[in-house]
T-cell receptor, first 114, second 109 residues
Framework: KAGVTQTPRYLIKTRGQQVTLSCSPI?????VSWYQQTPGQGLQFLFEYFSETQRNKGNFPGRFSGRQFSNSRSEMNVSTLELGDSALYLC?????????????FGNGTRLTVT | QKEVEQNSGPLSVPEGAIASLNCTYSDRGSQSFFWYRQYSGKSPELIMF????GDKEDGRFTAQLNKASQYVSLLIRDSQPSDSATYLC?????????FGQGTELSVKP
């Protein structure tokens, strides 16, 4: 069974631009969660989607948004990029609730904002 | 107080020894607990999950949970150099996982 697939693997953007990251979950997994990982803050929860609905949201500004499609694939968007948005963005899928079911992470998208 | 706390390490153990990684959490209502391994430059990989008090074994790994003490640990028996990585403890809370900062483990040949 294929794992979680994230594209692209690397991105370099300029301050003020916007970016869209893509995630394909493990087949059969309907929950998709997004996390941001930085050296200083560690892994922080962004949001979780289940059946095309945002079920939970972390403490990030409105510049961070996401959506989920009917095939469970998910995208996250960051608008008006800031230098502090440079991070590894991880998508994870699970069979059930993203807080009680094991999460399976993709390889991540490393975003660099210059 | 951080919600999930781990010793940052590094924890250094000789090859073949038992590595003991510890984690405490603040939300007494937490019901699900996970251990992930993350190699440098890679994404987190699920090792174990535990929901009930006591021990859960999987190969060389044992997860231990004590909800009364709000404590979860991971034991790695017969540690190998390939176990050298950062180990992340995560606690389920309100539909998301809260991660600790991770403990860096170094297994010396």
């Amino acid at each position: 069974k294929a794992g979680v697939t994230q594209t692209p693997r690397y991105l370099i953007k300029t301050r003020g631009q916007q970016v869209t990251l893509s995630c394909s979950p493990i087949s059969g997994h309907r929950s998709v969660s997004w996390y941001q990982q930085t050296p200083g803050q560690g892994l922080q929860f962004l949001f979780e989607y289940f059946s095309e609905t945002q079920r939970n949201k972390g403490n990030f500004p409105g510049r961070f948004s996401g959506r989920q499609f009917s095939n469970s694939r998910s995208e996250m968007n960051v608008s008006t990029l800031e230098l502090g948005d440079s991070a590894l963005y991880l998508c994870a899928s699970s069979l059930g609730d993203g807080g009680n079911s094991p999460l399976h992470f993709g390889n991540g998208t490393r975003l660099t904002v210059t | 107080q951080k919600e999930v706390e781990q010793n940052s390490g590094p924890l250094s153990v000789p090859e073949g020894a038992i590595a003991s990684l510890n984690c405490t959490y603040s939300d007494r209502g937490s019901q699900s607990f996970f251990w992930y391994r993350q190699y440098s430059g890679k994404s987190p990989e699920l090792i174990m999950f535990i929901y009930s008090n006591g021990d859960k074994e999987d190969g060389r790994f044992t997860a231990q949970l004590n909800k009364a003490s709000q404590y979860v640990s991971l034991l790695i028996r017969d540690s190998q150099p390939s176990d050298s990585a950062t180990y992340l403890c995560a606690v389920g809370q309100g539909g998301k996982l809260i991660f600790g900062q991770g403990t860096e483990l170094s297994v010396k040949p």
